[in-house]
């Protein structure tokens, strides 16, 4: 799903984009940093235990998000958290603004726990198996893309994914949140993969045809729409749907889309595959589609947002344009 706690673009924006943010992505590989990335669901449960009240640790801070205090961390650390402008301090009471979460031995900052904010950049399991779905797709491809863009790029982890797989490819990220765009040129630099972030409402800011297009964009049904997680209309498809029309028109031949996302199944049926398959009658794209899991974010389903489906599902699209 593509991707602060509650603080406006405005403010965050210089945060994320200056250099002391960096140098402490550096100062953080150093530590030998790890951290996978959990459903909200079950990062709510690891951190009510009471043993997990405070941070221990490094991961506790930067991974689990946990209130932490003098001498949990090195001094450094703690000034380059002060000097990236990310560090909360209430009393002896302190809290980090980001997360940390590692991908093949990449580093990607993205919002702290729990993500509440308009401008929240989400990283989560989904990201995962989206980066895995296109970094297996890649090595299909006979041929390496020369251009490639990602839309609702996020913390821009499936944008380098892309960009490690394909070096000599133009990598374009894409986003309406600001904050996310910035993450995207902190984590690539990271990462030393060219990726160049643009703010733009799907593609409407970038111009021409493209090899491959990725995307996992928000795919939920969100009651309060906050743009990481809401995908639009009554079963969370209309940006999903957004992303394939765009697709259709956007594609290079001999170009592809990957298309990671998430689908309410009701009563069997799959709303999400039933519009997808309307949209590309006449296209001429040939297309594939497959659940990656058929049951997820359970706990969902108790919302009244839900009431009409009988599990939440994860898939991926994969259309291609003949050469």
């Known amino acids: 799903m593509g991707k602060g ?3 406006t673009a405005a403010t965050e924006a210089p ?59 090195p001094d450094g650390l703690v000034t380059l958290l002060d ?51 296109v970094a297996a797709h890649l090595r299909t491809l006979p041929v390496a893309p020369r251009r490639a863009v990602d839309i609702g790029t996020g913390s821009g982890a499936i944008a380098v994914t892309v960009a490690r797989h394909a070096p000599e490819a133009e990598v374009v990220g894409v986003d309406i949140n600001p904050v996310a765009l910035r993450y995207t040129a902190v984590n690539a630099d990271l990462a030393g993969a060219r990726v160049t972030p643009v703010h733009s409402d799907l593609l409407t800011e970038v111009d021409g045809q493209f090899d491959l297009i990725v995307s996992n964009p928000p795919f939920m049904i969100d009651p309060q729409r906050r743009r990481y997680r809401d995908g639009g209309g009554r079963h969370g498809h209309d940006l999903p749907l ?9 594609l290079s031949p001999g170009g592809s889309l990957v298309l990671f996302s998430g689908t309410g199944v009701v009563d069997g049926r799959d709303p999400l595959l039933a519009g997808a398959a309307t949209r590309l009658v006449g296209t001429g794209l040939d297309w594939t589609y497959r659940e990656i899991d058929p049951d997820v974010y359970s706990e969902n389903l108790d919302d009244p947002s839900y009431a009409h489906a009988e599990r939440i599902a994860v898939c991926v699209l994969i259309a291609e344009r003949r050469r």
Do not use: Q
């Not at 997360?99 to 509440?116: I, K, N």
């Open 242 to 250: 957004a992303v394939l029309d765009t697709a259709v028109h956007r």
């Open 15 to 73: 945060v994320y984009a200056d250099a002391a943010l960096r140098r402490l992505g550096e100062a953080v590989k150093e530590t030998g940093y790890r951290f996978v990335p959990v459903t909200e669901a079950t990062h709510e449960r690891v951190n009510r235990r009471p043993a997990n009240a405070r941070a221990r640790t490094l991961r506790d801070v930067l991974g689990w998000s946990r209130p932490f205090g003098p001498g949990v961390l």
């Open 5 to 7: 706690l509650g603080m």
């Open 83 to 133: 000097e990236a402008g990310v560090l909360d301090r209430d009393g002896d009471t302190w809290r980090s603004r980001i997360r940390c979460s590692t991908l093949d031995g990449g580093l990607f900052f993205h919002s702290a726990y729990p993500p509440a904010g308009p401008d929240a950049v989400f990283f989560g399991p989904d990201t995962l198996r989206a980066c895995d779905a």
